[in-house]
């Protein structure tokens, strides 16, 4: 096992289980996050822990001061116990620059030059492999010449990418473990052992071309920094945990259990988004429902 690099991050689990509710400001919170910030608070009671908040503003493309605040109000309309001062990702790029020089000196990380359109005109062919999110996976040999350095202006701007097939080689090579725990309910200690499956997303991107990170390789730095021992979050990130695995086990970060909790679905079969205006947190709120009401039909679905 890699040590961490960061110092003060061990792998000894504390005795007090930390959670963590960590929603994006790219739009008003709907009954969806409602659902999973009372799970995180279930959780936390349930196993006498601690309560924490992270705002991901990380894509300071589509993230909104406006939102931040507007969620701030809306938790603490909900009486949610958080502790004071949530973790900010826009305050912490150097965190999220510490692990990508890691990853880098162990050789896993690559340039990519290539825009949305050039990749999406090299993975047109019927059949080309997906990731678990739908998203075409990353044609690199298709645009390896694209993609070299050498060719491209110095002050051009690229993504990092992982390079998944010599992560993969790394890991075995250190005998890392690519199993994730996947705990039913707060007081269930038997966590079942979920195989990871990472080579499922190709050479994601770790650090984009407008900001210097992405959400997966955040997320892995800060649930460490944080000391978060349990991740409660939606179905809709089940996959990305393979992915999350994968990180931390080369950055050699602790491991947290996680649970992954069922989605709120709207009419459509979909989950909430965040364009739903009718399911806003704010919406209930202007047509007269009160906190208990937002819980009941968050966890009653
Ligand atoms: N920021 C993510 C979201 O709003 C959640 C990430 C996580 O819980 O790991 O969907």
């Known amino acids: 096992m890699p040590l961490c690099y960061i110092a003060g991050v061990t792998n000894q689990s504390s005795n007090r289980p930390v959670l963590r509710f960590a929603p994006s400001p790219t739009g008003h919170l709907h009954l969806g996050h409602a659902l999973s910030a009372f799970e995180n608070e279930r959780w ?102 694209m993609d070299d350095p050498a060719r491209r202006d110095p002050a051009e701007p690229f993504a990092l990418r992982l390079d998944m097939t010599a992560a993969l080689a790394k890991a075995a090579a250190l005998g890392l473990s690519l199993f994730w725990r996947e705990q039913r309910a707060p007081r269930d200690q038997s966590a079942q052992p979920i195989p990871a499956g990472p080579e499922r997303w190709g050479d994601v991107v770790l650090a984009r071309k407008e900001f210097p990170a992405s959400y997966h390789l955040a997320v892995v730095v800060d649930d460490a920094l944080q000391g978060i021992t349990h991740v409660v979050r939606g179905r809709d990130l089940y996959h990305a945990t393979g992915l999350h695995r994968l990180l931390q086990a080369l950055l050699g970060l602790p491991e947290p259990i996680y649970h992954h909790h069922d989605l709120l679905l709207g009419p459509d079969g979909e989950k909430l988004s965040k364009s739903a205006r009718s399911t806003s947190l704010r919406a209930l709120r202007a047509d007269g429902a009160t906190p208990a009401d937002i819980k009941q039909m968050a966890l009653m679905g």
């Open 44 to 145: 936390a009671k349930a196993s006498g822990g601690r309560l924490l908040l992270r705002i991901e503003d990380i894509d300071t493309t589509r993230c909104r001061p406006e939102f931040v605040a507007a969620l701030l109000e809306d938790l603490a309309w909900l009486g949610l116990p958080f502790e004071p001062s949530p973790r900010r990702q826009s305050e912490h790029f150097d965190d999220y620059r510490q692990a990508l020089d890691r990853l880098a000196t162990m050789g896993l990380l690559y340039r990519s030059y290539a825009s949305r359109a050039e990749i999406a005109a090299a993975v047109r062919q019927p059949g080309h492999p997906r990731d678990p999110d739908g998203t075409p996976l990353y044609p690199r040999a298709a645009l390896a010449a």
